[in-house]
Nanobody, 117 residues
Framework: QVQLVESGGGLVQTGGSLTLSCAASGAIFGPNVMGWYRQAPGKQRDLVATITSGGRTNYADAVLGRFTISRDNAKNTVYLQMNSLKPEDTAVYYC???????????WGQGTQVTVSS
């Protein structure tokens, strides 16, 4: 099992910045992918950004150039630096850990990000 604890959400004005953190613990081993997804009210959960244990990143078009994902493998922690925030970024942000070969996936409890106009 893998446990994920997210932090860093909150309320920010349009144009502001926030940094989310997600610390993983438990059965952390082997190649894996950590990432951030978000879900706005009444909408499906969408990918925001992912990063492999080797450092390869992937971003949704909507956040490209504004958000940066990074990770500290020694701390089993992934970060999401969010700049130039827009009201449409408002959502619950979820952290995900996936093992590359088995596909086993684990989710955090989510953290609310609200961007006021």
């Amino acid at each position: 099992q893998v446990q994920l604890v997210e932090s860093g959400g909150g309320l920010v004005q349009t144009g502001g910045s926030l940094t989310l953190s997600c610390a993983a613990s438990g059965a952390i081993f082997g190649p894996n992918v950590m990432g951030w997804y978000r879900q706005a009210p009444g909408k499906q959960r969408d990918l925001v950004a992912t990063i492999t244990s080797g450092g390869r990143t992937n971003y949704a078009d909507a956040v490209l150039g504004r958000f940066t994902i990074s990770r500290d493998n020694a701390k089993n922690t992934v970060y999401l630096q969010m700049n130039s925030l827009k009201p449409e970024d408002t959502a619950v942000y979820y952290c995900k850990y996936s093992r590359t070969f088995s596909g086993d996936a684990y989710w955090g409890q989510g953290t609310q990000v609200t961007v006021s106009s």
